[in-house]
């Protein structure tokens, strides 16, 4: 059920609602970093901290674009997302190297593929009534497999310049650094896109409306 009770309460009783709320990620995290820490302590060395960062990006992104999905799904969930986002790579490496394709062309391609994949499984969801994580379990399979199919099981290696067989190099500029070669590009570009999620959920009409079609 909705939680109104946070209606008409003073900052600093939202502030402890919202402690009480996000708690046990807390403490999870907490749990997660100590166990890397002890297993891995290279990790955590200043070095390691733009990689791990440039990794990091491109599941913020996935969680921020789950985030409305998992917030008005009332229960569903879609756990195909980390198979289509290596679906998606295969064929941006591709049509970058091969096609010689420049960034907005790219972009569109990707984001049309990704929005029929994920059109496809809604569809069969809702037409026959079957539980998303159900028919994700089966997307994830066929994104996992088209990837290797796309990619005939192959590392595809991406090279920065002009000329065939090399991606353009405007795409060079996600993977640079900055803050004394610390932060990726990509990390930052994630950040704001969090920012402007956090303010979409919290402060717009169709925030509210996600949080009230999820309750």
Same mark, same amino acid.
């Given at each position: 059920?909705c939680? &109104? ?12 609602s919202?402690?009480?709320?996000v708690?046990f990620?807390?403490?999870?995290l907490v ?5 890397n820490?002890?297993?891995?302590p #290279?990790?955590f ?5 733009g990689?791990l960062?440039?990794l #990091?990006?491109?599941?913020?992104g996935?969680a921020i674009?789950?985030t409305?999905v998992i917030?008005?799904g009332?229960?569903? +969930?879609? +756990?195909?997302v980390?198979a ?10 591709t049509i970058?190297?091969t ?13 049309v ?6 059109? &496809? ?11 998303p994580?159900i &028919?994700?379990? #089966?997307?994830?399979?066929?994104a996992r497999?088209?990837a290797?199919v796309?990619s005939?099981?192959?590392? +595809?290696?991406i ?7 090399l ?8 993977g640079?650094r900055?803050?004394n070669?610390t &932060?990726p590009?990509?990390?930052?570009v ?5 920012a402007i999620?956090?303010?979409v959920?919290n402060?717009?009409r169709?925030?509210?409306y #996600?949080?009230?079609v999820g309750?």
């Amino acid at each position: 059920l909705c939680d &109104v009770r946070t209606y008409g309460m003073s900052s600093v009783t939202r502030l402890l609602s919202l402690g009480r709320s996000v708690g046990f990620a807390v403490v999870l995290l907490v749990i997660l970093l100590a166990v890397n820490l002890i297993l891995s302590p #290279a990790r955590f060395q200043p070095g390691s901290w733009g990689a791990l960062l440039g990794l #990091a990006a491109p599941l913020i992104g996935a969680a921020i674009a789950s985030t409305p999905v998992i917030l008005a799904g009332r229960g569903g +969930i879609d +756990i195909s997302v980390g198979a289509l986002l290596s679906l998606s790579r295969v064929p941006t490496a591709t049509i970058m190297t091969t096609g010689g394709w420049g960034l907005i062309p790219t972009l569109l391609v990707v984001l049309v593929c990704g929005t029929v994949f994920g059109g &496809v499984q809604g569809v069969i969801s809702n037409r026959f009534r079957l539980e998303p994580f159900i &028919v994700t379990l #089966a997307g994830l399979q066929v994104a996992r497999g088209l990837a290797l199919v796309i990619s005939k099981n192959q590392y +595809i290696n991406i090279s920065y310049g002009e000329g065939p067989g090399l991606a353009s190099p405007v795409f060079a500029i996600l993977g640079d650094r900055l803050f004394n070669n610390t &932060v990726p590009v990509a990390t930052l570009v994630f950040v704001v896109v969090a920012a402007i999620a956090t303010f979409v959920l919290n402060f717009t009409r169709f925030g509210r409306y #996600a949080f009230a079609v999820g309750c």
